[in-house]
């Protein structure tokens, strides 16, 4: 049987950059206690920066989930200071090891399984692991690639016996997103995931988003999600890609299945969304 809209927003999670934590305040109120907001690791973000909202996101009653940009750290010592930083703030609990954006690596670290494999992670308290998904791909690594990369990084975490979440790139189409969920199961991999899905935001926005992302926006996805591209002024929001996909899965084949929103239009804009949308399932629109 198809678990429902609702079903699938429950213990929902978000994400937000170092420069959010005004938003992050105003969006606290709007959001259930102890929800997950997710912390970048971006180039012109500092150290500091990081920190600091993290300790945010605890501050509102949140739960913070700082991210690890393996090619973005330059030394062991710069992993361990972030690390020990968090830790002190009482984030270091759970954590997302991600590659990053860099070609090249700055440090040691290749990708995220690398981080994970210096048993650092728990010296520092963390207790869950965040791992990437792609259900559209990664326009710079190969499908068989990824399939390795995510299959390693379980079978890692399975050894340390540390938990873990699968976390995705968001996608306008349900299509690959429910293949690639499948193809993930067929592989013997149980973590639960949360599929990344844009906050309502612009459409030229999102469009760009997509774009620097390498997620397919053709004409016909588009109309699937619910906009134009020949009309880029309006706004979207995921609603009915959340109800396709909900109709979409089951908890027998599927496995634990969330959502993950990706706070393009903002964080305050994202929450009361979902908080609004969330409302309107209760009343049965």
């Known amino acids: 049987m198809a678990i429902t809209a609702a079903e699938l927003l429950e213990d929902f999670s978000l ?31 500092d150290l500091a920066m990081r920190v600091t909202a993290a300790r945010a996101v605890l501050d509102s009653g949140l739960v913070p989930v700082p991210h690890i940009s393996a090619r973005r750290i330059a030394s062991q010592a710069m992993l361990e ?4 930083a968090l830790q002190a703030e009482g984030a270091s609990e759970n954590v997302f090891s991600v590659g990053g954006d860099p070609h090249t ?21 963390v207790k869950h692991v965040s791992i990437a998904g792609y259900p559209e791909g990664h326009p710079d690594i190969k499908e068989d690639a990824l399939w390795a990369a995510l299959e390693g990084k379980f079978a890692v975490l399975s050894e340390q016996g540390l ?7 968001f996608s306008f ?21 949360r599929i990344g899905v844009p906050g309502p935001a612009g459409i030229k926005r999102l469009i760009t988003f997509a774009s620097r992302f390498g997620v397919a926006s053709s004409a016909g996805i588009a109309k699937k999600y619910g ?46 969304w979902v908080r609004d949308y969330r409302k309107r399932l209760a009343a049965g629109h």
């Open 81 to 84: 200071e972030f690390l020990s």
């Open 15 to 45: 994400e937000m950059t170092g420069k959010d934590v005004a938003g992050l305040r105003e969006a606290a109120a709007d959001l259930p206690p102890g929800t997950r907001m997710n912390v970048t690791f971006l180039g012109n973000e």
């Open 105 to 125: 690596p700055e440090g040691p670290y290749d990708g995220a399984l690398d981080v994970i494999k210096t048993g650092l992670l728990q010296q520092y308290g």
């Open 163 to 169: 938990p873990g979440t699968i976390l995705t790139q």
């Open 173 to 193: 189409d349900v299509d690959p997103v429910v293949d690639w969920i499948e193809g993930v199961r067929s592989r013997g991999v149980d973590l639960p995931i």
């Open 227 to 272: 906009f134009s591209l020949t009309n880029l002024l309006g706004t979207a929001g995921p609603d009915r890609f959340i109800s396709d996909l909900a109709a979409r899965l089951t908890p027998e084949q599927h496995g634990v299945v969330r959502l993950h929103f990706y706070t393009f239009g903002g964080v305050p804009a994202t929450a009361i």
